[in-house]
């Protein structure tokens, strides 16, 4: 079953506006949560990640807010820039683990 | 710039035909893994090997089957494939199992007609 799940499935914002991205999981155990940013034709790449251990990670104009208690979390993405529009996924794994899982993406796109 | 080599990029073949494609990575990582990423975009993971030793080896089909000759490289065969083996095969690489980023290559795009 897909253990971690995101929304939307596609978002459309201006140039300059704040994206923002869902994301959420089902198994306790997880504690790394890695984003990607995958380009057509290309692999996915990371982004940013957060350790479950905090509840913010900022890099430059991208944030993530971590919600243990709910097992959710969101990528802002801050002044979008056309460049930026791409498909973002959240993967999950958990230390006893043995590979990422990943979310079912977010199609981002950002108009000029 | 590019760490993890995939080829080929492109594959088109028939149904019940074998297929091979190729990974390296250049990162000197020691887990190499195996995605499938379907016209979705969804991402699953199909094998995962620590230095050699296979650690994943998810549901999938007895007609896939990965070989890795050293912790370098980690190949994908399948045996007579499906319409449904239509898909991006992504190769990736991590400096341990399961521990931090992901490291992608390009992706074998495989086309059954």
């Known amino acids: 079953q897909q253990q971690v799940r995101q929304s939307p499935q596609s978002l459309t914002v201006w140039e300059g506006e704040t994206a923002i991205l869902n994301c959420s999981y089902e198994?306790?155990?997880?504690?790394?949560f890695p984003w990607y940013q995958q380009f057509p034709g290309e692999g996915p790449a990371l982004l940013i990640s957060i350790l479950s251990v905090s509840d913010k990670k900022e890099d430059g104009r991208f944030t993530i807010f971590f919600n243990k208690r709910e097992k959710k979390l969101s990528l802002h993405i801050a002044d979008s820039q056309p460049g930026d529009s791409a498909t973002y996924f959240c993967a999950a794994s958990a230390r006893s683990g043995t590979y990422q899982r990943f979310g079912t993406g977010t199609k981002l796109q950002v108009v000029p | 710039e590019t760490a993890v080599f995939q080829t080929p990029n492109y594959h088109v073949t028939q149904v019940g035909n074998e297929v091979s494609f190729n990974c390296k990575q250049t990162l000197g990582h020691d887990t190499m893994y195996w995605y499938k990423q379907d016209s979705k975009k969804l991402l699953k993971i199909m094998f995962s090997?620590?230095?050699?030793?296979?650690?994943v080896n998810e549901t999938v089909p007895r007609r896939f089957s990965p070989q890795s000759s050293d912790k370098a490289h980690l190949n994908l065969r399948i045996k007579s494939v499906e319409p449904e083996d239509s898909a991006v095969y992504l190769c990736?690489?991590?400096?341990?199992?399961?521990?931090?980023?992901?490291?992608f290559g390009e992706g074998s795009k495989l086309t059954v007609l």
């Open positions: 990736a690489s991590s400096l341990q199992a399961n521990t931090g980023q992901l490291y």
């Open positions: 090997y620590n230095n050699k030793q296979l650690i």
């Open positions: 198994n306790s155990a997880f504690d790394y």
